[in-house]
């Protein structure tokens, strides 16, 4: 069961775009929301993360898997 820490409404206005790629419309976060998830992912390898920061971790990685399910669905219809 999915589990999201952080409420998916707070990306909408500034943590998601949608991007044309080879004529398709694909989800992804902003620049800064992607550099958000890659700082968190390698502070995480060396446990350096405070509680917060590992449920923002979660959620973004929710999200993010989220968006892998969504484009390859639109990427299969294409």
Known sequence: MLQVQISPTSFLDQGIRVEDVD??????????????????????????????????????TEVDRFFTYLNSRLIAQA
């Open 23 to 60: 004529g398709l419309r694909l989800f992804k976060f902003t620049d800064a929301f992607q550099d958000r998830l890659e700082a968190l992912l390698e502070r995480n390898q060396t446990n350096a993360l405070s509680s917060e920061e590992v449920t923002e971790l979660d959620s973004l």
